[in-house]
């Protein structure tokens, strides 16, 4: 199953790869450079993000991007080379929402097999409530937990960690919530 394009050229040398299991006892195909032997491994990516919160209120904003443009997200990305997964949670946030928070512990790790991707998501206390989103945001704003758009939320893994988030809150703890979506 492949979740992104397929390669078509060799990263080392430039010559067209073949997709085949590679000699050295490997299970799976992999895109195999007949010219110089490289194999490309291509493996899932991480998404990190926040759930950014001022007292009862959970900070969502409105997508100016595709997919699920207009549906409301948890301000999330994919992490970058060179960073930590929290600090790009912190990143994500930042570009995003424009808001000014201090970051808290793990909350949700979400494996995403269908898509090849894991999602973190930590828990970030907001120090305002008065936001400056970037231009992949449409408005950002704070909903209580009987506010939330249930209908109207961009991704399974938002809508998952939003009813952890609140469950947790309601007992007055919170875990570190590892589980799939399949
Ligand atoms: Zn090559």
């Known amino acids: 199953m492949n979740f992104r394009s397929p390669i078509k050229h060799c990263r080392n040398c430039g010559a067209s790869v073949v997709y085949r299991v590679p000699d050295d006892g490997d299970t799976k195909e992999r895109a195999v450079c007949p010219a110089c032997d490289t194999i490309h491994y291509e493996n899932p990516l991480n998404v990190v993000g926040t759930v950014p919160y001022f007292g009862e209120r959970v900070l969502l904003c409105k997508r100016n991007i595709e997919p699920r443009w207009g549906k409301w997200t948890l301000p999330a990305g994919f ?11 912190a990143r994500e946030t930042q570009e995003e929402a424009g808001a000014q928070f201090e970051m808290e512990g793990l909350f949700t790790v979400l494996s995403v097999p269908r898509v090849g991707q894991v999602h973190l998501f930590y828990r970030a206390r907001l120090l305002s409530d008065v936001f400056d989103p970037g231009f992949e945001t ?3 704003r704070l909903f209580t937990e009987s506010e939330i758009p249930w209908e109207e939320i961009a991704f399974r893994t938002v809508r998952e960690t939003l009813e952890h988030f609140f469950a947790d809150r309601a007992r007055g703890h919170f875990g570190v919530h590892s589980f799939d979506i399949t």
């Open 138 to 140: 449409i408005e950002a």
């Open 79 to 89: 992490m970058e080379l060179g960073e930590s997964t929290a600090e790009g949670a």
